[in-house]
């Protein structure tokens, strides 16, 4: 047997004390698997002491930087998290003497995975991160090695758990956003500044990781449109319900004639679809190739365990010296995808507006929408609670049949000025193939 791989753990937080758990919980299953055994030789955290966890001799470094220079370790792990900063110059160091790197940390690949992997193929290191999309769903390797022999058309999915709970929740229990988020913080699924999450921009990061994989194209984290779950009432929710849906924050990237299209924000999924019987923490990512079909794999999206043992799945693979450009192909054979702005998407749209109290307001409304070639599948006028009433207001939900972002903002914004509807229109575009 070989030496043991030594172990460099940068970030001892949940996912890093989890880890160091598993290796040993696991050990006697990790040498069978990997031929050698596994030892956390050194770690670098905020403070020296104990995380209830038993770290043997392991070298404590105050700096991660310098933990990833140390000619000691043979594998460094990212845990810090963060686009930049110490994550970032400390997985470069580790990169740059060819000394392979796996790290947990979505923002950091999402803003500088082309550069990073383009340094471990000059240094002959490896990069790998299962850990940082969907946790312990092995999403990544599904999409890099399972299905190279397939031609990827789409990936959607439910990549923030704290979302998923809240919406899941809400639908359920009949709570409002604002109830559910603060049990999510109890519970500890969303942070004390819950925007990353409720934002839509944790799931930006998964799905442009996501999208580089799947298209072979450069990270292009900026080229994501996002919208977060903040707006979502529980009218819209009842609504969606009585339609036969379902309301879920998805992170979609897709090709089309025009580019690749990433977009992020609340969705309606119809209920006999696998994503929309994804509920509560748990994630899920529905993949489509023109070999396999669809497939959905779901599973813990977050959490230490979960996390945990996507990172010990990719030290095993450097264990067993299994080599793989880190998204699939050669940096350098990367392309730049053609962005798709939001403006071209096409789809069906749900649309739910506080309508002018008076006669031929309905009339107008049909009107703007004849005017952009809008097709209504459907018009529902729902009961006015006493408030909304007084107000001289009648909420009135529609579903139109495919047409464009474009057509619908535009139709939208001319029954504001007209006067007949008040108040933002509550604007959810609609899936109705591939989930």
């Known amino acids: 047997m070989t030496k043991p791989l030594r172990l460099g753990v940068a970030g001892l937080g949940l996912v890093g004390t989890s880890l160091v758990r598993l290796l040993e919980r696991q050990r006697a299953g990790f040498v069978a698997r990997a031929g050698r055994e596994f030892a956390v030789l050194a770690y670098s955290a905020r403070r020296k002491g104990d995380r209830g966890v038993d770290l043997g001799d392991a070298v404590y470094f105050a700096s991660a930087a310098d933990l990833a220079a140390s000619a000691e370790i043979d594998v460094f792990v990212e845990l810090i998290g963060g686009a930049d900063g110490v994550a970032f110059e400390a997985a470069k160091a580790a990169l740059a003497r060819g000394i392979p790197v796996v790290s947990a940390n979505k923002a950091m690949l999402a803003a500088h995975g082309f550069e990073l992997a383009a340094l471990a193929e000059r240094s002959g290191a490896q990069l790998h991160f299962e850990a940082a999309v969907g946790g312990g769903i092995p999403v990544i390797k599904t999409l890099r090695e399972s299905l190279a022999g397939n031609a990827i058309q789409r990936v959607s999915g439910i990549l923030n758990g704290t979302c998923n ?15 559910c988020l603060a049990e999510a913080q109890r519970l500890g699924y969303a942070e004390a500044d819950p925007t990353f999450d409720v934002g839509g921009f944790d799931t930006a990061h998964k799905l442009a990781i996501l999208a580089s994989i799947a298209f072979g194209a450069r990270i292009d984290a900026g080229a994501v449109s996002v919208e977060g779950i903040e707006t979502i009432t529980l009218a819209d929710l009842s ?80 264990a067993r010296g299994i080599r793989v450009p880190a998204f699939g192909r050669p940096a350098a054979s990367l392309v730049e995808a053609d962005r ?70 535009d139709a939208l914004r001319h029954t504001v000025e007209d006067g007949v509807v008040r108040e933002k229109p509550q604007v959810i575009r609609i899936e109705r193939e591939a989930v």
């Open 239 to 318: 609504a969606a319900d009585e339609l036969g849906f379902r309301v879920k924050l998805l992170g979609v990237a897709e090709r089309t004639p025009h580019g690749v299209e990433q977009r992020v924000h609340p969705t309606m999924v119809a209920k006999s679809a696998p994503l929309a019987q994804t509920m509560g923490v748990l994630n899920a990512v529905s993949i489509d190739g023109d070999a396999i079909g669809e497939l959905t794999l779901v599973g813990p999206g977050a959490g230490g365990d979960a996390t945990a043992s996507a990172v010990a799945a990719d030290i095993v693979d450097i």
């Open 165 to 179: 709970y809240i919406l899941s929740r809400m639908e359920s229990e009949n709570l409002p956003f604002e109830v």
């Open 340 to 409: 798709v702005p939001m403006q071209r998407h096409e789809g069906g749209y749900y649309v739910r507006l506080a309508v002018v109290d008076r006669p031929g307001a309905m009339g107008a409304i049909a009107a703007r929408m004849g005017e952009q070639l809008i097709s209504l599948e459907a018009i529902m006028q729902k009961r006015a609670t006493r408030e909304v009433a007084a107000a001289g207001v009648v909420p009135v939900v529609l579903m139109t049949h495919g047409t464009t972002e474009s057509s619908i903002r």
